[in-house]
T-cell receptor
Framework: EAGVTQFPSHSVIEKGQTVTLRCDPI?????LYWYRRVMGKEIKFLLH????????ESGMPNNRFLAERTGGTYSTLKVQPAELEDSGVYFC?????????????FGPGTRLTVL | GNSVTQMEGPVTLSEEAFLTINCTYT??????LFWYVQYPGEGLQLLLK?????DKGSNKGFEATYRKETTSFHLEKGSVQVSDSAVYFC??????????????FGKGTKLTVNP
């Protein structure tokens, strides 16, 4: 079974540019989460999809961030325009939909550097 | 919501030394508890988990016991190896919003094991 994949693995852009990150969850996982770790700080939740619907987007920092999950499969996270403080590692995770807490499986992350 | 406090590093040990990384939590009810590990250049991997009080999670020689009396989930390994060098994260569900099992993470503990 393939794990969670993310693309690209690294992205270096200039302030003001746009970047789109992609996450492919484990097949059959309805839950999809985005997290971010800014250098030296905690991993912080950004948002949660259940299938194609946004269940919780309380962690999205501002309206420069837009996440989509068309068709309930892969997800994209767009940052437009990017700012310096957006630099960090963006992780995607997926899990089964069910009662209780199921294990979240993480992708390798996308390291975003905004210059 | 729930929260977690994790011993901050960095921690440097010699091979075969005993490892303890402290993790305490504040939670409503008895959520599942997790340890994730990030090896150099890789993404987050689930190391072990415990789903109820007094459970012991174990994997790759690492252990952690879910202790509700002390609200702790300390990670231990009797004899570390160079290959255990990584960043370790304690985590639990946020619990603040029904239907979204987003995780809250500790700040991470960087472990370096020297030969």
């Amino acid at each position: 079974e393939a794990g969670v994949t993310q693309f690209p693995s690294h992205s270096v852009i200039e302030k003001g540019q746009t970047v789109t990150l992609r996450c492919d969850p484990i097949s059959g996982h309805d839950n999809l989460y985005w997290y971010r770790r800014v250098m030296g700080k905690e991993i912080k939740f950004l948002l949660h999809f259940v299938k194609e619907s946004k269940q919780d987007e309380s962690g999205m920092p501002n309206n420069r961030f837009l996440a989509e999950r068309t068709g309930g499969t892969y997800s994209t996270l767009k940052v437009q325009p990017a700012e310096l403080e957006d630099s960090g590692v963006y992780f995607c995770a997926s899990s089964h939909l069910g009662s209780g807490t199921d294990t979240q499986y993480f992708g390798p992350g996308t390291r975003l550097t905004v210059l | 919501g729930n929260s977690v406090t994790q011993m901050e590093g960095p921690v440097t040990l010699s091979e075969e030394a005993f490892l303890t990384i402290n993790c305490t939590y504040t939670a409503t009810g008895y959520p599942s508890l997790f340890w994730y590990v990030q090896y150099p250049g890789e993404g987050l991997q689930l190391l072990l988990k415990a789903t109820k009080a007094d459970d012991k999670g174990s994997n790759k020689g690492f252990e952690a016991t879910y202790r509700k009396e002390t609200t702790s989930f300390h990670l231990e390994k009797g004899s570390v190896q160079v290959s255990d060098s990584a960043v370790y994260f304690c985590a639990l569900p946020d619990g603040s919003q029904g239907g979204s099992e987003k995780l809250v993470f500790g700040k991470g503990t960087k472990l370096t094991v020297n030969p």
